[in-house]
């Protein structure tokens, strides 16, 4: 499938292609599957192999040449915001406030775009834990973008490779990268990581308050303009107590 997928939206993936330079980092969630964890600190500070999920994401787009983040915060805001200005050494980070009331991730999406100053930009969730492949995950991602026919370009991974992954995957992808919805009651191969790049068009018209990403996702579908990308290297649902443990243990085996 990853094979396929060059061939069709490049004949030669540029993996020195320019990440985008801002990212959209989701840590407002209420972590209720990760407690007790979650009592006193937020999801996004919980550590995995010695260091917060938080800064393992912020690390990895660093390096990968994001230059701004924005945060959005609601649980526990204050602990995640303390956090979050030591790293304004390294990186411009911006902080979206939803202390008033929590707006899911498209609404989280929708009060952060006047922070968001470029087009298209990243959208990673804070709780997801990867590792890149034979080459930079988010440079392989942005490689692939074509802003004339996508609207999202999503980083998937194989549902055999999605460590801690339970469930019964979320996309279908032909040969051309463009995806489908996994019929209810039935499996797709492929698993959506958490990472994703996104067009500012993706978030004209949506609606006010609390809304998933799903949403958006949808209408680009059904405008032929949703694709995906084969995630390379590995990738970990962090999302309970016991996921960090099964997360560190594959880790020291590799």
């Known amino acids: 499938m990853t094979a396929t997928l060059h061939r069709t939206l490049r004949i030669r993936p540029d993996i020195s292609a320019t990440v985008p330079r801002c990212a959209m980092v989701m840590a407002a969630g209420l972590g209720k599957r990760m407690r007790p964890l979650t009592a006193t600190r937020p999801k996004p500070l919980v550590e995995v192999a010695g260091k917060a999920l938080l800064d393992h994401v912020l690390d ?31 990186l411009d980070v911006a902080i ?89 009651g039935r499996i797709a191969p492929f698993v959506y990581t958490g990472i994703q790049i996104m067009a500012q068009r993706l978030l004209d018209g949506a609606p006010d308050g609390p809304f998933s990403t799903n949403i958006l996702w949808d209408r680009a579908i059904e405008e032929g303009r949703c694709f995906g990308v084969v995630h390379q290297g590995l990738w970990f649902d962090v999302g309970t107590p016991g996921a960090i443990s099964a997360t560190e243990e594959a880790l020291a085996r590799e």
């Open 60 to 90: 990895r787009l660093r390096a990968s040449g994001v230059e701004r983040v924005v945060v959005n915060v609601h649980y526990l805001a204050d602990s995640l915001e303390a956090h979050l200005k030591a790293r304004c050494k390294d």
């Open 96 to 184: 979206s406030d939803e202390r008033e009331l929590l707006l899911e991730t498209g609404g989280g999406l929708v009060r952060a775009r006047p922070l968001i100053d470029c087009d298209p930009f990243l959208a990673v969730n804070s709780d997801n834990f990867w590792v890149d492949g034979p080459s930079d995950t988010l440079k392989l991602l942005a490689s692939h973008w074509d802003g004339d026919r996508m609207d999202a370009l999503l980083l998937l991974v194989p549902q055999a490779r999605a460590g801690n992954h339970g469930g019964s995957g979320d996309f279908h992808m032909d040969a051309g990268g463009r995806l489908r919805r996994r019929a209810p």
